[in-house]
């Protein structure tokens, strides 16, 4: 764990309460060391917390110096502290640490019948942090304090900082093939509010039905349409995408579509299906929702443009950093008709006031200075390798499985043969020390084959095809002797 630096400069910070009853009372040296190591063990201060000065503190008891040096000297004594000459005073232990610097066991980790702990985690979704480029992303903060008028600091209107709507328009007009307008941006914190803040205001508009792809992501648009008293209606995925003659059929006010990469099966919504959505939303005054959530990461075919650029009036087109940067930014962005995009910014700066200024204005100034473009050409060959390693581990293990949706994307799903039920399969691997998902559980109609979704974007090479490996026993786990001879 990296050593926390807080220096704290006054004693309340630590809540240390004096009996000065003497009386009664005990030393007041003593009554300070039980304090602070009651604060440690409680877990208050953590590993590497700082301590305040002896004389800040001893200002802040009103007592003399003498009687804090002689509490930190005591602490120090028995493990609790460390100190150094000219250094901070620092806490020692971890919380739940030992009173001669050990650890106390930690209970095992679960295992699995085999007895094997989870090792590999093909878990979607979790994308490298480890490459976040943050010498870049610093340049850009120390940018934004030294050069931003203060008056940018102060609260916004609901859409976000002007800076940021322009270069998202520039990024997204040039790679995306949108049709933005700056005017028409909305900032907001991830795909899962941008589609509560949409449901909100489609609800309070007289939509009554929202359509969703079958299979489909189950934690976001779903259960948000649901909250707000939406019927939701799975439409089916073919192999190219949503199949529109389905769509036509649900009598629907509002689609949520992922046309570039299918989630999580891969496919890619045709030219002639996108204009059929176009026109099903132009005859019914519907509402595509645009999901683009990893059309940056390609590896084997050209660029497929966004569909709000065919159509902005009727497209709501979204975008995140989450799995282009990071998560933790908690930074989205929305291309809003203009019919819907005061409705929009208002349901935003009712939900949270707004998205940190600062971020939005340091994510400005990396876009305008092509660090994003440079950041995805480093990472596009990582994720690349990554899916070769995947591929040819399972072609060369597991070759009765299907792979679908490897163009793009940080994950693939593979199918099943029909001999192999999914949640067997999934249970056998979790007990060989793999973890993996199912397609089946994001399905709203439980009919359909079985599949596996592999996320490899943290894994390296190796860690990959051991996953593999272990999957491959689980396999024959499942089959038995008799199947894993055949």
């Known amino acids: 764990m990296p ?10 910070d630590l809540l240390i309460e004096l009996d000065r009853d003497r009386t009664r009372a005990e030393p007041l040296h003593r009554q300070v060391a039980a304090s602070i190591r009651e604060s440690v063990r409680a877990g208050r201060l953590r590993h590497g917390a700082s301590l305040p000065p002896t004389r800040t503190l001893a200002a802040g008891l009103g007592v003399s110096r003498g009687v804090v040096v002689e509490a930190y000297q005591q ?10 000459a000219g250094g901070y005073t620092q806490v020692a232990l971890e919380q739940g640490g030992t009173a001669d610097g050990g650890r106390e066991a930690a209970p095992a980790a679960p295992a699995g019948a085999q ?3 989870l090792t590999v985690d093909f878990g979607y979704g979790h994308t490298d942090v480890s490459t976040f480029p943050r010498a870049a992303w610093l340049r850009s903060v120390r940018t934004v304090f030294a050069a931003t008028p203060n008056e940018r600091f102060a609260y916004l209107d609901g859409r976000g900082v002007p800076e940021l709507h322009q270069a998202l328009a520039d990024y997204l007009n040039r790679v995306r093939g949108t049709s933005a307008s700056p005017r028409h941006t909305v900032i907001c914190s991830g795909f899962g509010q941008g589609v509560s803040l949409l449901v909100q205001v489609l609800a309070a508009r007289g939509a009554r039905r929202l359509a969703v792809e079958d299979p489909s992501p189950d934690d976001d648009a779903r259960p948000l349409a649901a909250a707000a008293g939406l019927d939701v209606v799975g439409i089916p ?5 949503i199949r529109v003659e389905e769509l036509e059929k649900a009598d629907a006010d509002a689609v949520v579509l992922t046309p570039s990469h299918q989630w999580p099966t891969g496919g890619v919504l045709s030219a002639a299906a996108r204009a059929r959505v176009i026109r099903w939303a132009q005859r019914r005054g519907a509402l595509v929702i645009e999901d683009d959530y990893d059309a ?3 590896y084997d075919r050209a660029p497929v443009g966004a569909i709000q650029g065919l159509a902005p009036d009727h497209v709501v087109y979204c975008g995140t950093a989450s799995k282009t940067l990071v998560p933790g930014l908690r930074l989205g962005w929305m291309l809003v008709p203009p019919h819907l995009v005061d409705d929009v910014a208002r349901a935003k700066l009712l939900a949270d006031r707004g998205s940190s200024v600062i971020d939005q204005l340091t994510f400005a100034d990396f876009l305008a200075r092509g660090e994003f473009d440079r950041h995805l050409r480093r990472m596009r060959p990582v994720y690349r390798r990554r899916r070769d390693a995947l591929l040819a581990a399972l072609d060369a293990r597991l ?6 949706g490897v163009a793009a994307g940080q994950h693939v799903v593979a199918w099943l043969p029909p001999d192999l039920d999914e949640a067997a399969v999934v249970a056998a691997a979790a007990r060989r020390g793999v973890a ?6 994001y399905r709203l109609d439980p009919a359909g084959p079985g599949g596996l979704i592999f996320g490899y974007a943290t894994l390296s090479e190796r860690a990959i095809a051991a996953g593999i490996a272990g999957l491959a026993r689980a396999v024959t786990d499942v089959r038995g002797p008799r199947g894993a001879a055949t």
Do not use: F, K, M
């Not at 070759?399 to 679908?404: A, M, Y």
């Not at 993996?436 to 559980?441: N, S, W």
């Open 3 to 12: 050593r926390i630096r807080t220096n704290s400069s006054t004693a309340e």
């Open 436 to 441: 993996l998902r199912g397609v089946a559980r």
């Open 399 to 404: 070759p009765e499985l299907v792979p679908t």
């Open 296 to 298: 940056e990461y390609r």
């Open 115 to 117: 007895g094997a702990a």
């Open 237 to 241: 995925v073919g192999p190219d995408g």
């Open 75 to 84: 602490l120090v004594a028995e493990g609790y502290l460390t100190s150094r």
